[in-house]
């Protein structure tokens, strides 16, 4: 049944896009910081029982509810596991920002590329170059893959129904909405940001295995291995950003001029810097990785019903 969600989520969004910050995006942010007013006065402790009603309160209602549409008929259930799939993962949420990128450094408009680099990730990249945009494209896309795709497939094979599709996302948004505050608020984002950490381990590890397996392997793990202790800023996607870099035979990260300063990023990978052709073999990467996983769901189901 699990393949069979994905697989109809899949055809469900190329012939509907869902509009992913509009529909789902803002309103869990909203929801996210009304949590936070009701609880926040800047203590651990009121960071971990917020995080209960925002995040876990809600898993425990749409599991409930569920399992009662489960009893009722087993096609109740799959419709509601498709439905919180499809608002929970896909590909569009970020390919169409990718293929804008892709087409205007092809046609070689850099102003219209950093636009809509600046669109995508919500801050302004003026003075960026074509390759720092390429690369920023790239980092952006295989981050994206990794939380919209691979991490939320991952929980939804661990946890029954769509429990594991709303878990990890709403532990996404709210870690990220509450670290906003949280140098006006002391320690409240503390346990959202452990809990979350904790749910995005093995997803980073399963994700980057992906990107060795379907990629250049051999690079893949060495950047894994060699590069990920440098990334002290942004440890959380360090992992998924050496893999990926690895695989695809690019170098990503290195200083960068935005918003008025320069950003210190972490170097990864090896080999070319980044140029239109590296984000089409981006896109072959996070496909080629999307497959795999696909296969081995199917595996997991074909023993499932041989045993």
């Not at 390429?134 to 429990?163: D, K, N, S, Y």
Request: include cysteine; hydrophobic fraction near 55%.
């Amino acid at each position: 049944m699990n393949l069979l969600a994905l697989i109809a989520v899949f055809f469900i969004e190329q012939y509907q896009p869902l509009a992913y910050r509009r529909v789902v995006g803002e309103p869990l942010q909203h929801w996210a910081d009304f949590i936070a007013q009701q609880f926040n006065a800047g203590q651990r402790s009121h960071g971990i029982a917020a995080w209960l009603v925002a995040v876990l309160l809600p898993v425990l209602a749409l599991g409930l509810v569920y399992f009662v549409l489960a009893k009722v008929n087993v096609l109740l259930g799959f419709l509601l596991t498709v439905c919180v799939l499809y608002l929970g993962m896909g590909f569009r949420q970020f390919s169409h920002h990718f293929s804008e990128i892709q087409l205007a450094l092809r046609l070689g408009d850099i102003e219209r590329a950093r636009q809509a680099l600046a669109d995508w990730q919500g801050r302004t990249r003026e003075l960026l170059s074509a390759e720092e945009v390429a690369a920023e494209a790239i980092e952006t896309a295989l981050l994206a893959a990794h939380r919209h795709v691979f991490a939320v497939m991952l929980w939804f094979v661990l946890l029954p129904g769509p429990c594991g599709i709303i878990l990890y996302r709403l532990a996404q948004i709210v870690q990220e909405r509450w670290a906003q505050q949280d140098a006006e608020t002391g320690d409240f984002a503390h346990f959202s940001r452990r809990v979350f950490a904790w749910l995005d381990w093995l997803p980073q590890r399963v994700t980057a295995v992906a990107f060795a397996i379907v990629g250049n392997f051999e690079d893949a793990i060495h950047c894994w291995r060699n590069q990920v202790q440098q990334a002290f800023a942004k440890p959380e996607s360090a992992i998924v950003l050496a893999s990926g870099a690895g695989a695809l035979g690019v170098r990503l990260g290195g200083d960068r001029f935005a918003e008025g300063e320069v950003s210190a990023v972490p170097e990864f990978g090896v080999g070319e810097t980044a140029d239109p052709d590296t984000l089409q073999r981006a896109v072959g990467l996070v496909w080629r990785a999307t497959v795999l996983w696909v296969i081995l769901l199917f595996s997991l189901g074909l023993a499932a019903v041989v045993g």
